[in-house]
């Protein structure tokens, strides 16, 4: 099984660096590795000190780099939609290049990116992949967008390809506006047919997980802790923390660094606090800078020794169904107990609201519309209860059949 290992954290932490530490590590270990950035500001070349293409290139022995580029994978994976796209906007009278830059729609890049991913976990070749994600924002954006996209193929895509279909003969007979025909939905069907495999990859607790890296600064550890939330909403699965550019005691030592010092202490103890059992891993503030091979396995000697980037570093699952028959907690007629790791919230932050198959979760200014287990669709909500991080939903009474 190949094995997916997604960094993030707060721009400027050093996640890139982390990463590029990590897929080293592993391909010094045997592992057939794949490194590609899906940030838009790529570092992930600098941080190898090698030039990297759009296309996956090797770099050293087992180790594989790639820095996806916007233009490149639409041209790649959306050819023919962005064909008629431009087609409308030159009927419109837009410059081609105008037009060639406004094709680029929201949520395409993060499509993409996803793809690729896909691409290079069916294709049976790596034995790790290894994920160099853009900062936290646009992180999840990349990893709600199966969830998103999956709405809209359910919802939209059938209403327009049917007023489509009835509008078509109607608006040629009065313009000569392009309309987009079968092999454009087709093309755009293929590509969302592919989200639900790219969910069930992504949350898959066997194969994925995500690494957050951070500083020990206060506005760094809370979009951290905002993050670690995010993930458990979204059923993700974090097996570990780096804290990165921990100031050496030695350095700390020195007058100048006091109050630095008090804070960092401070900081880390914070960390320990709200990750819990969650692997914390530190990482100094080197007194030069880390890059290139020699550079990149200096910094995964201290984050990994001996240890493989591609283990496993906490194995609690992101949600769990099981039956009440035990649970002392259940209330009257409850049949299935869903159990979802949100940690660091209050149950003031927490609302829920199912409708159909589909559980609305909010917390805070975070939402999900989470697509029931099928163990669960035909059952209603009875209670919840947030408690040590976890958010405990009971379900029973069936409502069809």
């Known amino acids: 099984m190949t094995r997916i290992i997604l960094y993030t954290g707060k721009g400027g932490v050093g996640k890139t660096s982390i990463a590029a530490a990590s897929a080293l590590r592993a391909s010094q270990q045997g592992l057939s590795t794949m490194v590609l950035s899906t940030d838009s500001a790529h570092s992930l070349g600098d941080s190898f000190d090698l030039p990297l ?67 290079h976990h069916r294709s049976g070749k790596y034995d790790l992949i290894v994920v160099d994600c853009a900062p936290t924002a646009e992180t999840f954006r990349l990893l709600t967008f199966p969830e998103a996209g999956r709405w809209w193929l359910d919802k939209i895509f059938p209403l327009s390809r049917k007023i489509s279909g009835f509008a078509r003969p109607v608006i040629r007979r009065v313009t000569n506006m392009p309309m987009p025909d079968d092999d454009v939905f087709d093309a755009t069907k293929q590509l969302m047919d592919q989200i639900e495999k790219i969910q069930e990859l992504l949350s898959d607790p066997e194969s994925t997980s995500v690494r ?77 800078e880390i890059g290139g091979i020699t550079g990149l396995s200096e910094l995964a000697d201290l984050l990994f020794g001996a240890e493989s980037p591609a283990e496993f570093f906490y194995d609690e699952l992101p949600f769990t169904i099981t039956s009440t028959e035990t649970n002392d907690e259940a209330p009257f007629g409850a049949e299935q107990l869903l159990t979802l790791s949100i940690p660091t919230v209050d149950k003031e932050d927490v609302k829920l609201n199912q409708v159909g198959e589909e559980l609305i979760i909010e917390v805070g200014r975070y939402r999900r519309n989470m697509l029931l287990p099928r163990s669960l669709q035909t059952r209603d909500v009875l209670s919840a209860k947030l408690s040590d991080g976890s958010l405990k939903i009971w379900f029973g009474g069936r409502t069809n059949g």
Do not use: H
């Open 212 to 288: 957050l890296v951070t500083n020990p600064e206060r506005m760094v550890i809370k979009e951290t802790q905002r993050a670690y939330t995010q993930l458990g909403l979204f059923g993700y699965r974090a097996d570990m923390v780096v804290c990165n550019r921990v100031m050496p005691e030695e350095v700390l030592e020195n007058s100048y660094f006091a109050a630095r010092g008090e804070d960092q202490k401070k900081y880390l103890g914070e960390l320990s606090e709200i990750f819990g059992p969650i692997p914390i891993r530190t990482t100094p503030q080197f007194d030069r």
């Open 53 to 119: 293409e759009p296309e996956p290139q090797l770099i050293a022995e087992n180790l594989w780099a790639q820095e996806c580029d916007v233009y490149y994978n639409m041209d790649k994976y959306w050819g023919t939609v962005q064909k008629w796209l431009e087609s409308i906007l030159a009927w419109e009278g837009f410059d081609p290049i105008l037009a060639d830059e406004m094709v680029v729609l929201p949520g395409m890049d993060e499509l993409a990116n996803l793809l690729w991913i896909l691409e």
